[in-house]
């Protein structure tokens, strides 16, 4: 019995070490693609002048946004159905970011859309630079704290697997 | 025999809000309504055909500021020339032209902040309306047209059925600069303009006039509300396109002293008067 409880021991506290890692690992892919989404929206605005609403249904469509579900309940809605409070409540749900990557999603969702081109294009370029910020951050600390925490939840599985046998 | 029908059915309302609900709590249908205006501070009023109604419903600032946006599916940036235009067209070809404090840029009108009210002009496709003037411009020796009258006469919904008449049988090219004639939305028109009719959209009317002669090799041009465009006419003139117009006029003489008139590109001129969309008086230019 002892030996089942180790092993469960040992198991859930690896388990819980890649967790951790695989935690960091998604925030960075999530930033990255939401840093592809504010560049392809710069592109699009400047380019085409495109509605919010059809650049963002054109988006889900891409597999690149597929784990940004804001992108796709917001490319649900109908035509003239303000899209503000949906992509707001989303990036709320949105899993693995941390309080500032959504804050600065929520500031991003209530401006689109609000002002002339030449506005959306400025806001569009801070946003692009304060995620790049954030985006690097992530990928140091999934690059610094990833391994360490990998090891320390199978060292700490193994030390309580020895004192559960 | 006359046919009317309210271009986009109900979804004009969905554009209001709580306006859009009370004034389907009015009793009146769309098809009764031919304007909507909104004021900031004040209440709705309904133009109707059987006369002016005010709602019991009192316009905040917010929510003229809400339909607005709503008007531009939440992205003001794709509507920056409409907005500075003072109209947008909406789905079903109706028009909201908006009142508000003018923002300058560099000397010139950059934009509209503050709007105030707001009036929707809805759009109406009135099959039938144009009869009374296909002969004349199915004619052989036909050269232009044009359709005047004062504003609310039935010009634009008289030009939409004719170019549905034309279109049927012949090349039209539409410049539908305002998108109020057909309608269009998602690339397809809403409105009936013809089977053969090409629609520049929301293009300028000289640019229009010009792309449709040198490239699409029409048969017929139609455009709405000319101003006088000089060297446009004698393009569609020295091609051999035939041509129809509007123009704001209070009577035929005026019209006449049109430059586009003057051009001689214009066979006939229809002034439209009495109930909308009737041709009160003619005149034919040698």
């Given at each position: 019995?002892?030996?089942?409880?180790?092993?469960?021991?040992?198991?859930?506290?690896?388990?819980?070490?890649?967790?951790?890692?695989?935690?960091?690992?998604?925030?960075?892919?999530?930033?990255?693609?939401?840093?592809?989404?504010v560049k392809e929206l710069s592109v699009q605005i400047r380019y085409t002048n495109a509605k919010i609403g059809d650049m963002?249904?054109?988006?889900?469509?891409?597999?690149?946004?597929?784990?940004?579900?804001?992108?796709?309940?917001?490319?649900?809605?109908?035509?003239?159905?303000?899209?503000?409070?949906?992509?707001?409540?989303?990036?709320?749900?949105?899993?693995?970011?941390?309080?500032?990557?959504?804050?600065?999603?929520?500031?991003l969702?209530?401006h689109l859309g609000e002002t002339d081109s030449e506005g959306q294009l400025s806001f569009l370029e801070m946003t692009e630079?304060?995620?790049?910020?954030?985006?690097?951050?992530?990928?140091?600390?999934?690059?610094?704290?990833?391994?360490?925490?990998?090891?320390?939840?199978?060292?700490?599985?193994?030390?309580?697997?020895?004192?559960?046998? | 025999?006359?046919?009317?029908?309210?271009?986009?059915?109900?979804?004009?309302?969905?554009?209001?809000?709580?306006?859009?609900?009370?004034?389907?709590?009015?009793?009146?249908?769309?098809?009764?309504?031919?304007?909507?205006?909104?004021?900031?501070?004040?209440?709705?009023?309904?133009?109707?055909?059987?006369?002016?109604?005010?709602?019991?419903?009192?316009?905040?600032?917010?929510?003229?500021?809400?339909?607005?946006k709503?008007?531009c599916d939440h992205s003001l940036h794709s509507f920056e020339k409409e907005l500075r235009e003072?109209?947008i067209?909406?789905?079903?070809?109706?028009?909201?032209?908006?009142?508000?404090?003018?923002v300058?840029k560099?000397?010139?009108?950059g934009g509209v902040k503050?709007?105030?009210?707001?009036?929707?002009?809805?759009?109406?496709?009135?099959?039938?309306?144009?009869?009374?003037?296909?002969?004349?411009?199915?004619?052989?020796?036909?050269?232009?047209?044009?359709?005047?009258?004062?504003?609310?006469?039935?010009?634009?919904?008289?030009?939409?059925?004719?170019?549905?008449?034309?279109?049927?049988?012949?090349?039209?090219?539409?410049?539908?600069?305002?998108?109020?004639?057909?309608?269009?939305?998602?690339?397809?028109?809403?409105?009936?303009?013809?089977?053969?009719?090409?629609?520049?959209?929301g293009?300028?009317?000289?640019?229009?006039?010009?792309?449709?002669?040198?490239?699409?090799?029409?048969?017929?041009?139609?455009?709405?509300?000319?101003?006088?465009?000089?060297?446009?006419?004698?393009?569609?003139?020295?091609?051999?396109?035939?041509?129809?117009?509007?123009?704001?006029?209070?009577?035929?003489?005026?019209?006449?002293?049109?430059?586009?008139?003057?051009?001689?590109?214009?066979?006939?001129?229809?002034?439209?008067?009495?109930?909308?969309?009737?041709?009160?008086?003619?005149?034919?230019?040698?």
């Amino acid at each position: 019995m002892n030996l089942f409880y180790s092993a469960a021991a040992v198991l859930f506290c690896t388990a819980s070490g890649f967790y951790f890692s695989k935690k960091l690992k998604e925030r960075e892919e999530r930033l990255c693609s939401v840093l592809m989404l504010v560049k392809e929206l710069s592109v699009q605005i400047r380019y085409t002048n495109a509605k919010i609403g059809d650049m963002l249904k054109s988006a889900s469509q891409n597999s690149a946004y597929g784990k940004l579900s804001f992108v796709t309940e917001c490319a649900l809605l109908n035509e003239n159905e303000d899209f503000h409070r949906v992509w707001s409540e989303g990036v709320k749900k949105q899993p693995f970011l941390d309080q500032r990557d959504r804050e600065l999603l929520l500031s991003l969702g209530e401006h689109l859309g609000e002002t002339d081109s030449e506005g959306q294009l400025s806001f569009l370029e801070m946003t692009e630079s304060m995620l790049s910020e954030q985006r690097e951050e992530a990928r140091e600390n999934y690059g610094k704290k990833s391994g360490m925490y990998r090891s320390v939840g199978l060292l700490c599985g193994l030390a309580a697997g020895i004192i559960v046998l | 025999m006359i046919t009317a029908k309210v271009g986009g059915d109900s979804g004009v309302l969905s554009y209001l809000g709580g306006i859009g609900e009370a004034v389907c709590r009015s009793g009146y249908r769309l098809s009764d309504i031919y304007e909507i205006r909104i004021r900031a501070g004040r209440g709705v009023v309904l133009e109707t055909s059987r006369g002016r109604v005010l709602l019991d419903v009192t316009v905040r600032t917010e929510d003229v500021g809400e339909c607005i946006k709503s008007f531009c599916d939440h992205s003001l940036h794709s509507f920056e020339k409409e907005l500075r235009e003072g109209f947008i067209t909406l789905k079903g070809g109706h028009r909201a032209g908006f009142c508000g404090t003018a923002v300058i840029k560099n000397g010139k009108l950059g934009g509209v902040k503050d709007i105030s009210s707001i009036n929707i002009r809805m759009a109406r496709e009135v099959i039938g309306a144009g009869e009374s003037l296909r002969d004349t411009v199915l004619k052989e020796d036909f050269r232009g047209l044009l359709i005047c009258g004062k504003p609310m006469s039935g010009k634009t919904t008289v030009l939409r059925d004719l170019c549905r008449i034309i279109g049927d049988r012949h090349k039209l090219v539409l410049i539908d600069g305002r998108g109020e004639i057909a309608a269009v939305y998602g690339g397809v028109p809403q409105n009936n303009v013809g089977a053969f009719t090409d629609i520049l959209n929301g293009y300028d009317k000289v640019k229009g006039i010009e792309i449709a002669t040198r490239t699409l090799s029409p048969e017929y041009i139609a455009c709405d509300e000319i101003t006088g465009f000089g060297d446009c006419e004698k393009l569609c003139l020295n091609s051999g396109v035939k041509m129809i117009f509007t123009l704001h006029s209070g009577s035929i003489e005026q019209a006449k002293n049109t430059e586009t008139v003057k051009s001689g590109a214009i066979s006939s001129i229809a002034f439209l008067g009495g109930r909308v969309g009737q041709v009160t008086e003619r005149a034919v230019i040698e």
